[in-house]
């Protein structure tokens, strides 16, 4: 008899914990207190803000232009090439001269120029003054044919003469390898302007244009022909000199006689008789 109370009791036992944890899971404990229980101290600040994203990358630089403007000249920052020792330009460099092509019909005031073809020292000076002289040609050909008119264009070659660098060394040689584009004529407009003091802004009242023309250079001759011309002008100087030299004697000695007759006593005058008047023919 004990022992079954003790297996109901047990039973019993398991019957309860199955309960409280049937309402641990799924049901609900309500509060029993009869107070708010209050929670002291200070509660701690709030987190920081996160950080701003970092600026974006500042956008690169841009390239600088081949080809400006800039002191009567178009400058270009590379080198026109050619096929070695000969006027043909080589393909790498049509770009290049597609931008001068835009800058110069860009810019109508620009009237005339001169493009020119240098050398350097290296090898037969006359050699490099024909290249450089037809290279000159060669560039001038490519701006006409893509569309810059023949009239606002001079070409010449001017050889080794006219160096930018030292020519004893690689370097400087491939420096005074080059071809310019100097500005000779072009158009200047000068304004005349008022400022509102009521806007600030600018009123043109007056414009000028004119015509700016810079004397074009001309080509050195060869060695011979030079020569030729310092003899010519130098006979010719002294020519001048020696024809000068006999003028002066010549005017000289006319004044010396000149003071000579006026030293001379005058003579004095020889009076002529009275002539007696025939008879008149009847």
Same mark, same amino acid.
């Given at each position: 008899m004990k022992f079954g109370m003790q297996k109901k009791y047990i039973a019993q036992l398991v019957l309860l914990?199955?309960?409280?944890?049937?309402?641990?899971?799924?049901?609900?404990?309500?509060?029993?207190?009869?107070?708010?229980?209050?929670?002291?101290?200070? =509660? !701690? #600040? @709030? *987190? /920081? %803000?996160?950080? =701003? !994203? #970092? @600026? *974006? /990358? %500042?956008p690169p630089p841009a390239p600088p232009p081949r080809v400006e403007i800039r002191d009567n000249k178009i400058e270009i920052h590379e080198k026109i090439q050619f096929a070695v020792n000969k006027a043909t330009i080589l393909e790498a460099s049509f770009g290049l001269l597609d931008d001068i092509v835009k800058v110069i019909k860009d810019n109508p005031y620009v009237k005339k120029v001169a493009i020119e073809g240098h050398a350097s020292a290296e090898g037969d000076k006359k050699l490099n003054l024909k290249l450089s002289d037809d290279r000159a040609?060669?560039?001038?050909?490519?701006?006409?044919?893509?569309?810059?008119?023949?009239?606002?264009?001079?070409?010449?070659?001017?050889?080794?003469?006219?160096?930018?660098?030292?020519?004893?060394?690689?370097?400087?040689?491939?420096?005074?390898?080059?071809?310019?584009?100097?500005?000779?004529?072009?158009?200047?407009?000068?304004?005349?302007?008022?400022?509102?003091?009521?806007?600030?802004?600018?009123?043109?009242?007056?414009?000028?244009?004119?015509?700016e023309k810079k004397e074009d250079v001309a080509a050195p001759a060869d060695e011979a022909d030079k020569k030729a011309a310092d003899k010519k002008a130098a006979d010719k100087k002294a020519a001048d000199k020696k024809a000068d030299k006999a003028e002066k004697k010549a005017a000289d000695k006319k004044a010396d006689e000149k003071k000579a007759d006026e030293k001379k006593p005058a003579k004095p005058e020889m009076l002529k008789p009275p002539t007696t008047p025939g008879p008149s023919a009847k």
């Amino acid at each position: 008899m004990k022992f079954g109370m003790q297996k109901k009791y047990i039973a019993q036992l398991v019957l309860l914990c199955g309960a409280v944890v049937i309402s641990g899971c799924g049901g609900t404990v309500a509060f029993q207190g009869k107070q708010a229980l209050s929670v002291t101290g200070t =509660p !701690p #600040p @709030p *987190p /920081p %803000p996160p950080p =701003p !994203p #970092p @600026p *974006p /990358p %500042p956008p690169p630089p841009a390239p600088p232009p081949r080809v400006e403007i800039r002191d009567n000249k178009i400058e270009i920052h590379e080198k026109i090439q050619f096929a070695v020792n000969k006027a043909t330009i080589l393909e790498a460099s049509f770009g290049l001269l597609d931008d001068i092509v835009k800058v110069i019909k860009d810019n109508p005031y620009v009237k005339k120029v001169a493009i020119e073809g240098h050398a350097s020292a290296e090898g037969d000076k006359k050699l490099n003054l024909k290249l450089s002289d037809d290279r000159a040609k060669s560039v001038m050909k490519y701006l006409v044919d893509h569309g810059v008119e023949k009239e606002r264009l001079t070409a010449k070659g001017f050889g080794s003469t006219k160096p930018i660098a030292d020519n004893d060394t690689e370097e400087g040689r491939e420096k005074n390898r080059r071809v310019e584009f100097n500005i000779v004529e072009q158009d200047v407009t000068q304004k005349k302007v008022e400022i509102d003091p009521t806007t600030g802004k600018e009123k043109v009242i007056e414009e000028k244009k004119s015509t700016e023309k810079k004397e074009d250079v001309a080509a050195p001759a060869d060695e011979a022909d030079k020569k030729a011309a310092d003899k010519k002008a130098a006979d010719k100087k002294a020519a001048d000199k020696k024809a000068d030299k006999a003028e002066k004697k010549a005017a000289d000695k006319k004044a010396d006689e000149k003071k000579a007759d006026e030293k001379k006593p005058a003579k004095p005058e020889m009076l002529k008789p009275p002539t007696t008047p025939g008879p008149s023919a009847k």
